[in-house]
């Protein structure tokens, strides 16, 4: 079965330092990752997927298959950035498209 | 321009007293899910519709069942729910080919 791991709960930075959100996953097949955000008071939502390989408000994720890893990461952290973060494998292909997800990082940036 | 809607965002209910969940879309999108998110943990999937196909996770229980009448709507109903229960339910849609899956605001249940 797959599993999404995110080992930090919280994660605090200071605004303009680097920030970096680990994700590892299990899954025997050829996987389909995504970092979902949610802001406070917002829903859940889509911030970026491997396939694609884009950079969405500066946050960048490259799917590390050695590793088994899908880390996030900013350059320059802002205090906008606040969010809980979510690591998620996709499985069943793009019809099915059922996720499972990581326990999620709370980051907080500070000022 | 919300895309995903649910009703109610709280809910209350009694140990053991039948609740339905609500949630449409304007998406048209063929694949809703929902979801059930406990407090401090992962969103976990209970089961999904693709177009009239409905799909059970294996460890869903059979407390939990959904109907989804028409493209637009989707229910899921608790028949006798338990304290257990209480919980965050996300529903999500996704169309077609697209990875994305778009989520609604979550109904928050409360069981007494």
């Known amino acids: 079965a797959q599993r999404v791991t995110q080992p930090e709960k919280l994660l605090s930075v200071f605004k303009g330092a680097p920030v970096e959100l680990k994700c590892n996953y299990s899954y025997s097949g050829s996987p389909e990752l995504f970092w979902y955000v949610q802001y406070s008071r917002q829903r859940l939502q889509l911030l970026l997927r491997?396939?694609s390989r884009e950079s969405i408000k500066g946050f960048t994720a490259d799917l590390n298959k050695g590793e088994t890893s899908f880390h996030l990461k900013k350059p320059f952290a802002q205090e906008e950035d606040s969010a809980m973060y979510y690591c998620?494998?996709?499985?069943?292909?793009?019809?099915?498209?059922?996720?499972?997800f990581g326990q999620g990082t709370i980051l907080t940036v500070h000022p | 321009d919300a895309m995903v809607i649910q009703n109610p965002r709280y809910q209350v209910t009694q140990f053991g007293k039948p609740v339905t969940l609500s949630c449409s879309q304007t998406l048209n999108h063929n694949v809703m899910y929902w979801y059930q998110q406990k407090s401090s943990q992962a969103p976990k999937l209970l089961f999904h519709?693709?177009?009239?196909?409905?799909?059970n996770e294996a460890d869903t229980p059979d407390n939990f069942q959904s109907r989804r009448p028409n493209t637009s709507f989707c229910f899921l109903d608790i028949r006798s729910p338990g304290l257990g229960d209480a919980a965050m339910y996300l529903c999500a849609t996704k169309g077609g080919a697209q990875e994305t899956q778009y989520f609604g605001p979550g109904t928050r249940l409360l069981v007494l």
């Open positions: 519709y693709y177009d009239k196909d409905f799909n």
């Open positions: 998620a494998l996709m499985v069943g292909g793009t019809s099915y498209g059922k996720l499972t």
């Open positions: 491997h396939i």
